[in-house]
């Protein structure tokens, strides 16, 4: 598998934590820049994609956490594609120790979209280059990408509204994948952050938010007497309730085990 693979060696820097551990913005910031150092070790990341009106555009992410590195952790981060479809790749990440402590495995879907037309880009067939990128069926998590469904009491569900600022954005003016779990988890009471932790996390991206727009975060859970403790969080703009943006789940555990 050696040679199907990037990987890096990363210390945790302490502005990437909270009193727990790597916080799960700086998390989902890490792996998504793994995912675009594989892909330009592949020779298919964005001076690849630039070169021919081409960008990659995230669609799943599933994130199962063992325990989250701490500040000034070193730690290993490995990645490569484990799937290929028409349009999309999937690739696998993996969290490690210097002692090989398996901390997180993690799974996320790329589109390959063209972007020729900025104002209406489309999804485009993976091309030759991309489908020659070596791929390794092994993978960093034991499932794969779930339905999220929102089936929700609309009496248990608690809202916040925010606007899209410049710094939620990316170069495209759109909103950068990483926050949409930052702001499923700002939903929360703080004192059920301080005493579970994150054990999986799934978001399934739906449609772009941009730069002044104005959306509502729907959160609902964690019921008291569930034992799995999840939550679902719902992402959908303010004037156009209809469209979502992001769903996402998220199970929790008892914080000992991720300290």
Same mark, same amino acid.
């Given at each position: 598998?050696?040679?199907?693979?990037?990987?890096?060696? @990363?210390?945790?820097?302490?502005?990437?934590?909270?009193? +727990?551990?790597?916080?799960?913005? *700086?998390?989902?910031?890490?792996?998504?820049?793994?995912? /675009? *150092?594989?892909?330009?070790?592949?020779?298919?990341?964005?001076?690849?994609?630039?070169?021919? =009106?081409?960008?990659?555009?995230?669609?799943?992410? +599933?994130? &199962? @956490?063992?325990?989250?590195?701490?500040?000034?952790?070193?730690?290993?981060?490995?990645?490569? =594609?484990?799937?290929?479809?028409?349009?999309?790749?999937?690739?696998?990440? &993996?969290?490690?120790?210097?002692?090989?402590?398996?901390?997180?495995?993690?799974?996320?879907?790329?589109?390959?979209?063209?972007?020729?037309?900025?104002?209406?880009?489309? %999804?485009?067939? %993976?091309?030759?280059?991309?489908?020659?990128?070596?791929?390794?069926?092994?993978?960093?998590?034991?499932?794969?990408?779930?339905?999220?469904?929102?089936?929700?009491?609309?009496?248990?569900?608690?809202?916040?509204?925010?606007?899209?600022?410049?710094?939620?954005?990316?170069? +495209?003016?759109?909103?950068? =994948?990483?926050?949409?779990?930052?702001?499923?988890?700002?939903?929360?009471?703080?004192?059920?952050?301080?005493?579970?932790?994150?054990?999986?996390?799934?978001?399934?991206?739906?449609?772009?938010?941009?730069?002044? /727009?104005?959306?509502?975060?729907?959160? +609902?859970?964690?019921?008291? &007497?569930?034992?799995?403790?999840?939550?679902?969080?719902?992402?959908?703009?303010?004037?156009?309730?209809?469209?979502?943006?992001?769903?996402?789940?998220?199970?929790?555990?008892?914080?000992?085990?991720?300290?």
């Amino acid at each position: 598998m050696t040679n199907r693979l990037y990987q890096e060696r @990363i210390r945790i820097r302490n502005s990437e934590c909270n009193v +727990h551990g790597m916080s799960v913005l *700086a998390l989902f910031q890490t792996i998504q820049y793994m995912a /675009e *150092a594989g892909t330009n070790a592949a020779g298919i990341g964005l001076p690849y994609c630039r070169a021919n =009106n081409l960008t990659w555009m995230a669609r799943r992410h +599933h994130v &199962e @956490i063992n325990r989250l590195p701490q500040g000034e952790e070193m730690t290993t981060w490995s990645t490569w =594609n484990s799937a290929l479809g028409a349009a999309s790749v999937t690739r696998d990440i &993996e969290v490690t120790t210097e002692d090989g402590e398996r901390l997180i495995g993690a799974a996320s879907e790329w589109l390959l979209v063209n972007v020729a037309d900025p104002v209406r880009p489309r %999804l485009s067939r %993976l091309t030759d280059r991309v489908k020659a990128a070596p791929v390794c069926l092994q993978r960093a998590v034991s499932a794969g990408f779930p339905d999220i469904a929102w089936t929700c009491d609309a009496s248990g569900v608690q809202t916040a509204a925010l606007s899209v600022g410049y710094t939620d954005c990316d170069f +495209h003016r759109q909103v950068n =994948n990483a926050t949409y779990a930052h702001w499923a988890l700002r939903g929360l009471d703080p004192q059920f952050l301080m005493d579970f932790g994150v054990r999986t996390i799934d978001v399934d991206y739906k449609n772009p938010s941009r730069m002044g /727009e104005k959306l509502v975060v729907q959160t +609902h859970g964690p019921a008291a &007497e569930q034992p799995a403790r999840i939550t679902r969080h719902r992402v959908v703009g303010r004037d156009d309730p209809g469209c979502v943006k992001a769903l996402m789940s998220v199970r929790f555990g008892e914080r000992a085990l991720t300290a």
